[in-house]
Nanobody
Framework: VQLQASGGGLVQAGGSLRLSCAASGRIFSINTVGWYRQAPGKQRELVAEITRGGSTNYADSVKGRFTISNDNAKKMVYLQMNSLKPEDTAVYYC???????????????WGQGTQVTVSS
């Protein structure tokens, strides 16, 4: 199983980026997918998460600016980031709880991270 995160880049404050997380492998189903971020010298924090049924949860710092969505058929999760601020600068990681074919319990997977840099 692989999680491939993409879409990061350099953007000016107030701009937008859309991150994508693609899951591949012998996946039966995906329970919850979360986007996390880690800035230099800081702990990794949850930004947003979405369940298979579409329920969402956001960090207070991104509410109203970021939107998480999923496409279960394509095994994709997106993070639309608008009104970006310099404090959003971080490496963004996707994380998924995945049920594999033939497995009894779900397993936790991380993508490789994508850098988001917001200039002031």
């Amino acid at each position: 199983v692989q999680l491939q995160a993409s879409g990061g880049g350099l953007v000016q404050a107030g701009g937008s980026l859309r991150l994508s997380c693609a899951a591949s492998g012998r996946i039966f189903s995906i329970n919850t997918v979360g986007w996390y971020r880690q800035a230099p010298g800081k702990q990794r924090e949850l930004v947003a998460e979405i369940t298979r049924g579409g329920s969402t949860n956001y960090a207070d710092s991104v509410k109203g600016r970021f939107t998480i969505s999923n496409d279960n058929a394509k095994k994709m999760v997106y993070l639309q980031m608008n009104s970006l601020k310099p404090e959003d600068t971080a490496v963004y990681y996707c994380n998924a709880e995945i049920n594999l074919y033939g497995s009894t319990w779900p397993e936790d997977y991380w993508g490789q991270g994508t850098q988001v840099t917001v200039s002031s």
